[in-house]
C-alpha cells in the first residue's frame, strides 16, 4: 500500500516538474522521500485518528487483510480505468471489516469523511483558480525576464513539491497504517528527553519508509505520465496545481491549522485522508476556469464523482470476502476478543447519554465476548440506530485500567500534561477501573484541569484533553489476555 | 540560488547583446548603402568589414547562448522556441552582411534618379529588422507589448515589398541592357528580402508568445 502510494500519488506532486523537465528526478525523489516521512511521522496522527474513530481494526490479521483488500480495489479499479483513490478504498475497507466483525460504524466520521471528498477537488479548484489569477497579474506586471521566471519556477516547484511532499505524507499516511494503529505492537520509543517517538509515529515511519522506496522504484514513469500526458501544463500553471493541491491535503491533515482555527473561534476543518490525485484535478480544473472554462471533459468529473461512491462499495465487499477467507480458511484472528458487559453503573451511564435504559436492562451483568454477539442481543429487545449502538458499545465496552503513578512516566507523556492534571492523576493511584468512562469521570472527579470546559475557545481546550486522556488511557491500560 | 541568478543574469546579457548586434547591423547596413551611392568607397568598404565581423561574433555568440539553454536544461518548455527564434533572427544578420558584400564585389552602377528609391527601400527593410529585434525583446520580458512591435514588422515589410515593386517597373522601364536591368533588379529584391526575412521571424515569435501565455 505504501509502496504504490509512493509510485502513484507522488507524480501528482512532482510529475508536472519532472515532466516538463524544471526538475532533475533524482532531485524531485529526494525532496518527495525526505518530506513524505517527515510529514507522516510529524503531522500524520490527525488523519489516522479520524480513520481510527470510523473503526479500530484491533487484530494484526484484520488490518492486514483490509489493507490488501483496499490496495486490490486500487489495482483492479485503476485496470478497468476508473479514477481510484486509496482514501476512498480504505474506508470503504474499514466499513467492510466493521460489518464483517459487527463493530458499529461511526456516521459522524463517515459523513464528515465524505463531505471532505466532495469539497477536496472543489476547493483545489477555487485555490488554483485565485492564485493563479495573482500570479499571472503579478508576472504581466513586473515584467520578469523569461530566464528569471524559469528559476524562480524552478525553486517555487521544489519548495512547493517540498510541501506537497509533507501534505502528502501527513494526509495520506492514514490509508498506508491507518487500519494498523490499533493493532500497533511499538511501543513508544525516546531517545534522551529531546527526541521521543510514539509507537503510532514509529509505525508512520514505516509507513514513510514504504512511500519512499515507492518514489524511488517506480514513480518515474508515472511522473513523466502524468507531466507530459495527463495534466500537460505550461511551468506556471503546474507550480499553481501543485500549490492549490497542496494547500488542499495540507487543511485536510493539519492539526496546528485545526488549532489555529479553533482558536479564532472558526469551524475547525475535519481532518481525513483525501485523494491527491483529485484534488490535482481540481486544481487543474480550476486553470481551466481561469483561462475562460473552455475544454473541461465533464465526463471525468462525473468519473470521479461515481468514484466516490463504488470505490469504497467495492472496497467494503472485497473486504468482507476477504475476511471471511481469512478467518475461516486460514484461521486468523481478524479481530480481538472484545468484552461488553451491562452494569447498573453502564445503565445510568447511558441515561446520561439519552440511551433509554429499558430495552438494556435485560442484559445486565451479562458477557458479551465480540461485537457480534453484543450487537444482536441488543438489537433482540429494541430496534436501535447504528448512532445509538455507537455509543452503547462505547460505554458497554470492558476494558481494564491500574493506575501505577510513575512521576517520571507521566512527565514525559505527549501531549504533555499541567503540574494541576498530574497532581489529579497522582490521587488516583493504585484505583483500578474495568470502564474507560469509569477512569474518565474519576479523573474529572480528581481535578477541575481534567473537566472540559465550555464557551468561546473551550474547543481547543477540550481537544488537547481529548488527546491528553487518551495518553492516560493508554497509559494505564492493563491487558486483559 | 544567488548563483543560478548570477549565470541567468550572464545569459539575459548574452541575449541582449545579440539582438544589439542585429540592431547595429541595421544601422551599419543602412550606412553603408548611403556611402556606397555616395561613391564614398573607402568608408564603405570599412563598414562592410564592420557588417562581417559583427556577423561571425553573432555566430558565436547565438551559439553559446544555446548551448548554455540545453546544457544547464534553461526554460524546457520555451527553448525550442527560443533557439528558432535566434537561428531564424541569424539569418537576418546573415542577409544584411551578404547583401553588404554583394555591393562590394559586384559594385552595381545605380542610375542616380533611382537612389532615393533605393534608400527609402533600406529604410523600410531595416525599420523592419529594429521592430523585429523589439519584438524579440519584449518576448522575453513583457510578452504581450511584442503584438505591437509584430505589427510594425509586418507593416514595414509590405511597404519594402511596394517601394521594391516601384524600384522594378522603374529600371525596367528603362533603356539599358537587360543584364544590367537583371542585375539592378536582383539588389533590389536582396534588400527587400531581409525585411521577409524578419517577417518569418515574426511568423514564430507569434506562435511562442501564444504559448507563453501561462
Known sequence: MGWSLGANNAANIFGPAVGTRMVRFKVAATVASIFVILGAVI??????????????????????????????????????KIPVSASQAVVGGIIGWNLFTGSPTDFNSLTKIFISWVSSPILAAIFSLVIFRILKFFLDKSRVHLLEVDIFNRIGLILVGAFGAYSLGA??????????????PFKSLSLGSLFALSGTQQLFFLGGLAIAIGIFTYSYRVMITVGNEIFHLTPVAALVVVLAESMVLFMFASQTLQKWLLSAGLPPI???????????????????????????????????????????????????????????VFEMQVIHSVDYKITPGVLSRLAEEKIPPAPISPLTDKSFHNPVQFRSALQKYHDWSE???????????KDSFNVQYDSVVVHMLTPK?????????????????????????ALENAGESWRPRNGTEATLFNEELRKQKEAIFKLFSVPTR | MALLLKKTK??????????????????????????????????????????????????????????????????????????????????????????????????????????HQFMDLAEASISSVESLVMAIRSYFRDFSASRDYINKVLFYEKESDKISEKIKRNIFSKTMDL????????????????????????DRLVIAAIKRHI
Open chain 1, 43 to 80: 503531522s500524520g496522527a490527525g488523519a489516522a485518528d479520524t480513520l481510527g474513530a470510523l473503526g479500530a481494526v484491533n487484530a494484526l490479521a484484520g488490518s492486514f487483510t483490509v489493507a490488501l483488500a483496499a490496495a486490490a480495489t486500487v489495482s483492479w479499479m485503476t485496470r478497468v
Open chain 1, 171 to 184: 494526509n495520506n499516511i492514514a490509508n498506508v497504517m491507518g487500519v494498523f494503529v490499533p493493532a500497533s
Open chain 1, 270 to 328: 475535519p481532518l481525513v485522508p483525501i485523494s491527491s490525485s483529485q484534488a490535482a484535478i481540481g486544481a487543474v480544473i480550476g486553470i481551466a476556469l481561469a483561462k475562460g472554462g473552455k475544454g473541461i471533459n465533464y465526463g471525468v468529473l462525473g468519473k470521479i464523482a461515481s468514484g466516490w461512491i463504488t470505490t469504497p462499495i467495492s472496497a467494503t465487499i472485497l473486504t468482507f470476502v476477504a475476511l471471511f477467507f481469512v478467518q475461516n
Open chain 1, 387 to 397: 448512532n445509538q449502538l455507537s455509543t452503547i458499545f462505547k460505554y458497554a465496552q
Open chain 1, 417 to 441: 500534561l499541567s503540574e494541576k492534571q498530574i497532581r489529579a492523576v497522582k490521587l488516583l493511584n493504585g484505583m483500578s477501573f474495568s470502564y474507560k468512562w469509569q477512569l474518565n469521570t
Open chain 2, 10 to 115: 550572464e545569459l539575459e546579457a548574452q541575449i541582449d547583446e545579440y539582438l544589439d548586434l542585429v540592431d547595429r547591423g541595421g544601422l551599419i547596413f543602412k550606412q553603408g548603402l548611403k556611402l556606397y551611392l555616395e561613391k564614398r568607397e573607402d568608408e564603405f568598404e570599412e563598414r562592410m568589414q564592420d557588417l562581417r565581423g559583427m556577423e561571425s561574433k553573432g555566430d558565436a555568440l547565438r551559439r553559446e547562448i544555446e548551448r548554455m539553454i540545453y546544457q544547464q536544461t534553461l526554460i524546457p518548455e520555451s527553448r525550442g522556441d527560443v533557439l528558432g527564434l535566434l537561428e531564424s533572427t541569424d539569418r537576418v544578420l546573415n542577409l544584411l552582411a551578404d547583401t553588404l558584400l554583394g555591393f562590394s564585389v559586384e559594385s552595381p552602377d545605380i542610375p542616380s534618379d533611382i537612389h
Open chain 2, 179 to 202: 543584364s544590367k536591368k537583371m542585375h539592378l533588379r536582383g539588389f533590389a529584391y536582396h534588400i527587400e528580402l531581409i525585411s521577409d526575412e524578419a517577417e518569418d521571424v515574426c
